[in-house]
């Protein structure tokens, strides 16, 4: 593990070099919220639509590393358009892989747009042309039994986090109002995701959690189950996540912060409410959305955690414990949603 973290680390600085500084900054302004090799996904995108960029001749330099700002600002709809084209009939890309790297490529926009040039004190960008390119709609395909589900995976798991907190409402294509309401509860939503992702909680449990069953400290939640308690431990990413909830919460909402007060509130027509399992499902499922995998709901993060835990363990027992489940056979449903490579199986069959 550490060592596929080193070799990340290590391709992720030489592909740096071979880039535009504006790259730079973006890695470095993301560091502190995704992984080494989260980041190392994003800046793959990022040489492969700067080396589109060149070849179509969409810009004035010999090199990737001498694309200007002010080239990429002047990029317009048709550009972008041409270039999922290229994904689609040239790369052979899925829809779900074209719709990743549109989300990459808008948070690098979204990160120049709001940041300021030193010399004029203006922003580095006008515009985010991503903001207005239409997602491709993701076709369900079944391929066996199980596999109907897209999941998120390691990387698109902090992808979306950072979404949900930063860039979904940076999109154009998000109402005045809806960035409203996404400004006040970004901050709540983001821990809702965050949690479930980083503990494989159900979106019912987490509706039912009250300030005092959550430790931060000891990164535990108290469960309570057919009048049992049980023990949850969700991970640090989570756990950062609800601090920064947590440190809102009073200024966003008022209310109770006693033990006995519900974690996860609302405000509906100025009264504060315990959110409900129906509102974070509906909020998930709004988020999804814009993320570019509208098939995605509140049921597939849990999936999705279970199975990235188990790629990265290996433990059965362990996971069955996690999750709460009492059968392993209850754990094994999870992981058959692993994404099947047909042609591995079938070759390493007839090997």
């Known amino acids: 593990m550490h060592f596929s973290k080193d070799r990340d680390r290590e391709l992720l600085i030489k592909l740096l070099k071979a880039l535009p500084t504006y790259i730079e900054g973006f890695v470095r302004d993301k560091q502190p919220y995704m992984s080494t090799g989260t980041l190392l996904n994003?800046?793959?995108c990022y040489k492969d639509f700067l080396k589109w960029l060149l070849d179509n001749s969409c810009s004035k330099a010999i090199k990737i590393k001498d694309i200007s700002l002010e080239e990429l600002d002047e990029l317009g709809l048709e550009q972008i358009n041409e270039y999922v084209l290229y994904l689609r009939n040239d790369k052979?890309?899925?829809?779900?892989?074209?719709n990743s790297k549109l989300s990459s490529l808008q948070s690098l926009l979204n990160y120049l747009v709001n940041s300021k040039d030193f010399n004029n004190g203006g922003s580095l960008f006008r515009k985010n042309v991503f903001s207005?390119?239409?997602?491709?709609?993701?076709?369900?395909?079944?391929?066996?039994?199980?596999?109907?589900?897209?999941?998120?995976?390691?990387?698109?798991?902090?992808?979306?986090?950072?979404?949900?907190?930063?860039?979904?409402g940076m999109s154009k294509r998000v109402s005045a109002l809806a960035k409203a309401r996404w400004e006040q509860n970004r901050y709540r939503d983001t821990a809702i995701a965050s949690l479930m992702l980083g503990s494989?909680?159900?979106?019912?449990?987490?509706a039912r959690l009250n300030m005092g069953d959550v430790n931060?400290?000891?990164?535990?939640?108290?469960?309570?189950?057919?009048?049992?308690?049980?023990?949850?431990?969700?991970?640090?990413?989570?756990a950062r996540d609800l601090e920064l909830y947590l440190e809102?919460?009073?200024?966003?909402?008022?209310?109770?912060?006693?033990?006995?007060?519900?974690?996860?509130?609302t405000r509906f027509k100025g009264d504060l409410q315990p959110i409900t399992k129906n509102t974070i499902q509906k909020m998930i499922m709004k988020y999804a959305n814009a993320f570019g995998m509208p098939e995605m709901t509140a049921k597939v993060l849990r999936k999705?955690?279970?199975?990235?835990?188990?790629?990265?363990?290996?433990?059965?027992?362990?996971?069955?414990?996690?999750?709460?489940?009492?059968?392993?056979?209850?754990?094994?449903?999870?992981?058959?949603?692993?994404?099947?490579?047909?042609?591995?199986?079938?070759?390493?069959?007839?090997?």
């Not at 390119?133 to 199980?146: D, M, R």
């Open 42 to 44: 994003y800046v793959r």
């Open 92 to 98: 052979k890309n899925t829809s779900g892989t074209i």
């Open 132 to 168: 207005e390119v239409e997602y491709c709609k993701v076709l369900k395909v079944t391929v066996l039994e199980g596999a109907k589900e897209e999941l998120l995976s390691d990387e698109k798991i902090d992808s979306f986090r950072y979404f949900i907190k930063r860039d979904y």
């Open 200 to 206: 494989g909680l159900q979106v019912g449990e987490v």
């Open 216 to 238: 931060l400290e000891s990164r535990t939640i108290s469960l309570r189950k057919n009048g049992r308690i049980n023990m949850s431990v969700f991970s640090l990413k989570a």
């Open 248 to 265: 809102v919460r009073k200024e966003k909402y008022g209310g109770d912060e006693s033990p006995s007060a519900p974690l996860f509130v």
């Open 304 to 351: 999705s955690f279970a199975v990235n835990n188990y790629q990265k363990n290996k433990d059965l027992v362990g996971l069955k414990d996690i999750l709460g489940v009492k059968q392993i056979s209850t754990v094994d449903k999870y992981i058959t949603k692993e994404p099947v490579n047909i042609k591995r199986l079938i070759d390493n069959g007839d090997s």
